[in-house]
């Protein structure tokens, strides 16, 4: 069970900032391992997520101290962005968890994602954050509205979204981690809700162990992407989601 919680923290940490969907990774992991138990939990997805947050919050304490002290017009268009994802979660969420979490639903969004970053890297890219507007602001969000959908990738679609509206590679990715913030922190609070309406024991030490690798490896992930993403176009995270769809198709197969 400890290595099962160490797998899907580090599958959270890195997928949850890579453009390849990490709900559609969690799913997809217990599926094809057939795991059960406390790492298939409410309570242990909300010990990733924490991770997740504090991975964005240590990357980027310094962009939020400046928001609120010197860059308020693009803090409000941050809160603007988050808004349609907020609705969305907040209205949808228990849908999506019930009836969209089919494998084969997942393979479909890959590759349609895929094709949508494809189509984005031939957009003229010419933008910095400072010239971001509401209107690429409030697009952004919308698109970031569709990642409760599985095999979305919130950092994929709104980075395309981004890379649609003119905005550089690298300024689109960090625009993407900034409104991903209020978002996966309300997201936590939300499952927190719910699981403190809750009664039930929990093993403490599974909940840490998915906490602190998912912190972890989400720091290096931001990181990498934000580096990567200076010299490099999607790409090869277009071809790693065609690959992996076709891998779950293949799992349906030979399953049935």
Known sequence: MIFEAIILGIVQGLTEFLPVS???H???????FGWKGEVNTLTFDIALHAGTLAALLLCFWKDWIELFIKKQKLLGMIILASIPAG????FLNDIVEKNLREPVLISMMLVVVGFIMLVAE???QYKNIEKTNYVDALSIGIAQATALIPGVSRSGITISAGLFN???RETSARFSFLIATPIVAGATLLHLRKLLSNQGTHDFKLLSIGLITSFVTGVLAIKFLLNFLKKYPLNIFVYYRFTLAVVIIAGIWLRG
């Open 166 to 168: 003119g905005l550089k």
């Open 22 to 24: 990490s709900t559609a």
């Open 26 to 32: 969690l799913i997809l992991f217990p599926w094809f």
């Open 87 to 90: 609705i969305a979660g907040f």
């Open 122 to 124: 031939r957009s003229e």
